[in-house]
């Protein structure tokens, strides 16, 4: 018999948006800090199973319109977001290759914040140059 198992990690308040190029229209919460905008995203995780063994597995990165938000809304500032749902979408395809979701995750948030800190929020621009060229799908 086959079945398949749908994991949403934290719930939405809002239709999640699959991998893409956002625009400010998306970025739909209330600011909550002084950054210049936050981009929430969230990992859908699909297994598909036989019985006894995985034989498919889908993954995606999932946009939050309702966590995320922006206080600047600049060209600057939507490249140095989108290329976060981005870093997030890479993570995904790597989990749907077979990769271990735990430390995949981990992983995940850890270049996050390496992106955030080397960037300094995208006020670095030729760190964020860097950024873009690095991470591209």
């Not at 719930?11 to 209330?30: C, H, I, K, M, S």
């Not at 600047?72 to 790597?94: G, T």
Request: hydrophobic content about 40%.
């Amino acid at each position: 018999m086959k079945y398949a198992l749908l994991l949403l990690f934290i719930p939405f308040a809002n239709t999640p948006v699959r991998y893409r190029q956002l625009t400010w229209e998306d970025f739909r919460g209330r600011p909550n800090s002084n950054w210049a905008a936050v981009t929430h995203y969230e990992f859908e995780v699909t297994i598909i199973n036989n019985g006894e063994t995985i034989t498919r597995q889908y993954a995606h990165a999932l946009f939050n319109p309702s966590k995320s938000w922006a206080r600047i809304k600049s060209e600057r500032v939507l490249r140095h977001e989108q290329l976060h749902f981005c870093i997030a979408e890479c993570f995904a395809r790597q989990l749907r290759v077979g990769m271990d979701s735990d430390s995949l995750w981990i992983e995940c948030y850890k270049v996050q914040d390496r992106y955030d800190l080397e960037t300094n929020h995208s006020m670095d621009t030729v760190a964020q140059r860097e950024w873009e060229h690095k991470i591209k799908l």
